[in-house]
């Protein structure tokens, strides 16, 4: 997506005097733009790339995804409203680094979320949704074969959301989006201990198993467990010295 980003402000710089630039060419809508931008910098953020609490340097932020100043700033602004940035007043923005308790609190409310959507799942998915979340697993299974994180954590978050969409559920739908939003870094990182990441795949093949057998009760449960143990890795992660934690004050 840099690269993206980076070619269509490139387009920007060429020779204006082309009169009749390409049809296939136009650029990018300014309101197409920040959303890229949002996406970009969520991205960093799941990975870890911008550690909670890192200051937000808007210059190199603009060089490294190759914008200006106006679609980050945009960005930046539905980030906030998402609770992954605080907007600090004259002084930018950073990455929010959320509390003990912020976490404990959010993983709680999650389980329940995942949890009601397993059930609701078992009883409105079609086929045709149970054969695209098995596809997906398979992928998964691949990539922790491989030890590719990144692709894993993405298979693994669809399985996630396409058992969220099978519920039906609209306002259910909405609500787990948002608040998950704000724990997808700390999902990602509990897979950086190994045992806990064998554990969460191990979990996943019994979710496949209940979904196919359209045991709403069993996969409830097992959701419910899953996000409580994905709660007591963050937990032991947010606890760790702040000597083995990123210090990336001010570089981003």
């Known amino acids: 997506m840099v690269g993206l980003l980076a070619h269509g402000c490139a387009f920007f710089n060429t020779d204006m005097s082309l009169q009749h630039p390409k049809p296939h060419l136009v650029l990018i809508k300014p309101q197409g733009l920040h ?6 910098i969520q991205q960093m953020i799941i990975e870890g790339v911008l550690a909670p609490g890192t200051r937000l340097n808007e210059r190199l932020l603009c060089e490294k995804l190759g914008v200006s100043r106006t679609p980050l700033r945009e960005a930046l602004k539905i980030l906030a409203a998402l609770g992954l940035v605080n ?36 009883a409105r998915i079609t086929d045709q949704e149970i054969g695209e979340i098995r596809a ?51 999902r990602y990182s509990s897979n950086l201990d190994r045992e806990r990441w064998d554990a969460a795949v191990r979990e996943h093949a019994t979710m496949i198993e209940a979904l196919e057998a359209r045991d709403g009760k069993r996969l409830a449960c097992i959701l419910e467990s899953h996000v409580l143990a994905k709660r007591d890795a963050a937990l032991a992660t947010s606890k760790a010295p702040d000597d083995d934690r990123m210090q990336n004050s001010g570089k981003l």
């Open 35 to 40: 959303k890229l931008v949002v996406e970009q």
């Open 87 to 122: 907007l600090l007043p004259n002084r930018g923005a950073a990455v929010v680094q959320l509390t003990p308790q912020d976490i404990a609190e959010t993983f709680e409310v999650i389980s329940h979320l995942e949890s009601m959507a397993g059930e609701l799942a078992c």
């Open 136 to 186: 997906l697993h398979v992928e998964m299974l691949a990539c922790h074969a491989r030890r590719e994180l990144p692709a894993y954590y993405r298979a693994n978050q669809g399985i996630h959301d396409l058992i969220n969409r099978a519920a039906r559920n609209e306002v259910l739908r909405q609500i787990y989006t948002t608040v998950n939003s704000r724990v997808k870094a700390l």
